[in-house]
Nanobody, 119 residues
Framework: QVKLVESGGGLVQAGGSLRLSCAAS????????VGWFRQAPGQEREFVAA????????KIEDSVKGRFTISRDKTQNTVFLQMNNLKPEDTAVYYC????????????WGQGTQVTVSS
């Protein structure tokens, strides 16, 4: 079974940057739409960003628009979430997720990576 692995989380001061990576354990992510979600303590998981299979289309949640960008590397093996001008309210566990062609919901999930932004 394909597993997603996130990396790049950590502790950063407000205004700083982090880049999260999402890779598949056994295959390329080229055939998947890949999204990033986050869950803060005591809150529900929320959508952050997503990128289409070919990488041409991207969707960014309004609260992070202008600060976060999502991209794929040329090999399509890794999807990145570049997070700039981080705020304390961005503190959460960040998950990457994938859905295949014709699938309506994300059915592959990573374990998550912690992002903590100090004020």
């Amino acid at each position: 079974q394909v597993k997603l692995v996130e990396s790049g989380g950590g502790l950063v001061q407000a205004g700083g940057s982090l880049r999260l990576s999402c890779a598949a354990s056994t295959r390329t992510l080229a055939s998947f739409t890949v999204g990033w979600f986050r869950q803060a303590p005591g809150q529900e998981r929320e959508f952050v960003a997503a990128i289409s299979r070919g990488g041409r289309d991207a969707k960014i949640e309004d609260s992070v628009k202008g600060r976060f960008t999502i991209s794929r590397d040329k090999t399509q093996n890794t999807v990145f979430l570049q997070m700039n001008n981080l705020k304390p309210e961005d503190t959460a566990v960040y998950y990457c997720a994938a859905k295949g062609l014709g699938t309506s919901s994300y059915d592959l999930w990573g374990q998550g990576t912690q992002v903590t932004v100090s004020s």
